[in-house]
């Protein structure tokens, strides 16, 4: 009995602990997802150009036998049968848009890294169809299984080439080289993921898993999760220089989800979660500087997603949605973050 009585105790210290971390007035969210079975981790917004009501969120469930990237609608409900279920350990998701399958067609994915099996995921969206005969392994040169378990994805898309790449981060990794590259390509209908680069620095603290790609500018965002955002070409043909590195005096533990919010004349927002703060850094898309930090009640947020597209009277300027600790995502209509 004391034994039960003294693990309330904690957790009730720690639960009031996480919610007053912050002293900034906390912007409440439109509305709270349903949970899902184990641990939730990452959303990407795929918009539906057709009817952006009924667009989907889709979010990762870790869980190393029964994982899942669920789809929500707009009201935050599982949507069962574009939902998918079975996974080994589902990170990280990133929606990419116009995926050349074919010289006519061209259809919308989404891709994951499925960690415990060392291997990214590709379907098709909304259908849902798989497009990877099962998973295209990755860090396949590396001896060592630990430095073979993938996190993160973001898919760049050229503008000017429409040449399509996966880049991943993985759960360890040496200090150069940490993240891959592959581009996707096909064949008569068949899709293969073929590496191209290896890059991205890394300090050797802790590890790196959000990073988000800025199709139209071509950079690659990513948290070095101890010491600040790095910022690289997207495109392998512009080489593997480090442009610049920025944010590490707003943090206080783990530099966590990145997402990117952009409008015309290409302004835009990097919104980075501040994880132990409880809390979302705001830099500008064109300089990276410093904006202002927002409480938006998550508790221990690890990954988000952000779109500036209408999605009908909830969210008529867009949607953020970011993981929350508690099994589920927080989604904030746009209007509610005053980016602008």
Known sequence: MKKYLFSIAVASVCFTACKNTTSLPEIKPTLVSQKTPHDTDDPA????????????VFG????????????????????KDKSLTGVSYPNNVDIEYSFAL??????DIMMFTEREKHQMRLYSVPDMTP??????????????????RPMGISIYQNPETHKTYAIVS???GPTAGYLYQYELTTNTGKISAKLVRKFGTFSGNKEIEALVVDDALGHVYFSDEGVGIRKFYADPEKGDAQISMFGSEYFTDDIEGIALATYTNNEGFLIVSNQ?????????????????TLNLGTIETDGCDVTTQPLGSKYPNGLFVSMNDEKDFFFHSLDSLKLR
Do not use: C, M
Request: charged letters at 30%; hydrophobic letters at 30%.
């Open 60 to 79: 990762t469930d870790k869980d190393e036998i029964n994982g899942g990237v669920y789809a929500f609608d707009l009201d935050g409900k599982i949507i």
């Open 276 to 292: 132990q703060d409880h809390s979302f850094n705001i830099f500008n898309r064109g300089d990276n500087s410093y904006v202002k």
């Open 102 to 107: 074919n010289d006519s067609t061209q259809i």
């Open 131 to 148: 497009l990877d005969n099962g998973g295209f392994p990755v860090f396949e040169d590396e001896t060592d299984l630990e430095l073979r």
């Open 170 to 172: 993985r759960k360890k």
């Open 45 to 56: 917004i795929w918009v539906n150009k057709n009817n952006p009501a009924q667009s989907i």
